[in-house]
């Protein structure tokens, strides 16, 4: 049996957007402190690329800010300055492949509106003592 990780449904979903391939870049920013976890990463990323995604696989050495820390490494490259729009997705996000089909035109037809904030699901399949009632 052939165990899927997390982090390849993640970047799998994220790749599998449906999207013009020439209209979106997927960046996996990886700020895991296990090597272990960052060769398999940047070999899952490897492996979309060359499948023709435009995928770029950023390190970042260190996590403060955290999430904010996150968002502000990964607009620092040149790539993305030239992005209309970003969708930001944590490690176990697994968007529906009509995302951005579903979430863009809000922004399009809004302009007022300079975010959407989706409904999610964890990647994981346990559930969070955050979501219990009887906790």
């Not at 982090?7 to 020439?22: E, H, K, N, R, T």
């Not at 490690?91 to 959407?116: G, K, M, S, T, Y």
Request: hydrophobic share 40%; aromatic share 10%.
């Amino acid at each position: 049996m052939f165990d899927v990780q997390v982090y390849q449904l993640s970047i799998g979903a994220a790749c599998g957007l449906a999207w013009p391939s020439d209209r979106i870049i997927v960046q996996v920013l990886d700020d895991s402190t296990d090597p272990v976890i960052k060769e398999l990463v940047q070999v899952e990323c490897q492996r979309w690329a060359s499948k023709g995604v435009n995928i770029k696989y950023e390190v970042r050495d260190n996590r403060r800010g955290y999430k904010a820390g996150a968002l502000r490494e990964g607009m620092k490259h040149a790539y993305v300055r030239g992005c209309d729009l970003v969708a930001i997705f944590d490690a176990d996000f697994q968007p529906d492949p009509d995302f951005l089909c579903r979430a863009v035109p809000f922004l399009i037809h809004n302009p007022e509106i300079a975010l959407v904030q989706a409904r999610w699901k964890f990647g994981t399949s346990l559930p969070s003592c955050l979501l219990c009632s009887d906790v």
